[in-house]
């Protein structure tokens, strides 16, 4: 009970898709039975006429002894043409099953499993007086007492029919009979079907608190999937730290290092005679800024203070090489620079 208690949050994909995977869905059977009559039903909508007229002409020919005198041959002929005769209600009948079970969870591939428990005479009776028994009961017997209801209300129009269908001639009394059946079968039809309805959004309700989660389960769950964050965490903090010593490595081989001149600090390198632009080599704000400044001194890297191209150096991705509209402004840096060491740039 505790441990139900615990599970207040809604289950997740993963957790539904496991459920799924072991044949746990939320379905109700009343309304598979609803739909597996409703396919009856529609067939003889469709075609009475022609499934009273078949039984008729069935049992005519059968009183006629047109299928001869032997019982096994009469058996035989009666049966395969019954079959025949009620093939279309079965055919849709299955249908409509299936398709009501696939609209309720779609289809589910899993093998049967044996169980030792549910051999067991003990674990039966268990069952029959538990807790969990309890809404079959009540359902069973809620559609007891609506049979019986309208039972009753069947019986009472009969009666009321009855006086009347004495000045009939078969043909109306067939027809009054045929239209009360009818009436009644559609009342009886829809009223089961509201509560085959009921029953599914209960079947829902229960799947639904079935597989509730606690807080530590989807926890647990993220972890399985995800990773642990903290060790996520540390993982980037490693590579942070990897990427920024490797930065710093690249540091003395510098041309020259531009600065905001405090916040910003970018390491260019150029090499002369080649064909390519200045590459930007190492870059960083704060802290990483004032260590790239301190290994450049210490390496003797010339440190120019220009806080426009320094902003707009910070721009350009590590080891990218800078854009064509800052090629002047560097040129003019590394000519400066080249003629301090007296060299031509």
Do not use: C
């Not at 049967?112 to 969990?132: A, H």
């Not at 990483?288 to 150096?313: G, M, N, S, W």
Request: net charge positive; proline share 4%.
């Amino acid at each position: 009970m505790a441990e139900n208690e615990d599970r207040t949050e809604q289950a997740t994909a993963r957790r539904r898709q496991k459920a799924r995977e072991k044949g746990q869905i939320a379905k109700s059977r009343e309304l598979v039975s609803m739909a597996t009559m409703a396919g009856s039903l529609l067939v003889f909508y469709l075609a009475g006429a022609a499934f009273v007229t078949n039984i008729s002409g069935l049992t005519s020919r059968l009183l006629s002894l047109q299928y001869g005198r032997d019982s096994i041959t009469v058996l035989r002929s009666a049966s395969t043409e019954m079959m025949m005769i009620l093939a279309p209600f079965f055919a849709m009948a299955v249908i409509f099953a299936v398709l009501s079970n696939v609209l309720q969870g779609g289809f589910l591939l899993k093998p049967p499993t044996f169980e030792l428990e549910r051999l067991s005479p003990l674990s039966g009776f268990k069952n029959i007086f538990s807790v969990s028994a309890l809404p079959g009961v009540v359902k069973s017997l809620l559609k007891f007492l609506v049979g019986v209801v309208l039972f009753f209300i069947l019986v009472k129009k009969i009666i009321t029919v009855v006086p009347a269908a004495a000045a009939m001639d078969i043909v109306d009394i067939k027809s009054v009979a045929f239209g009360l059946m009818s009436k009644s079968v559609a009342y009886a039809f829809a009223t089961f079907f509201v509560l085959a309805l009921a029953d599914y959004g209960y079947e829902r309700w229960k799947f639904e608190r079935s597989i509730r989660m606690s807080k530590e389960e989807i926890k647990e769950e993220f972890r399985e999937s995800e990773g642990d964050p903290l060790i996520k965490a540390k993982i980037r903090s490693l590579q942070r730290d990897m990427a920024r010593r490797r930065m710093m490595e690249a540091v003395p081989k510098a041309t020259v290092v531009i600065t905001n001149p405090t916040h910003i600090a970018v390491a260019l390198l150029y090499q002369k005679g080649g064909n390519g632009a200045p590459q930007v080599i190492a870059k960083g704000k704060g802290h990483i800024a004032a260590t790239i400044k301190e290994v450049a001194r210490k390496h003797r890297i010339p440190l120019v203070e220009d806080k426009p191209l320094a902003r707009a150096l910070f721009k350009v991705k590590l080891d990218a090489s800078i854009p064509e509209d800052l090629y002047r402004a560097v040129a003019k840096i590394l000519a400066y620079i080249y003629k301090l060491r007296g060299t031509a740039a």
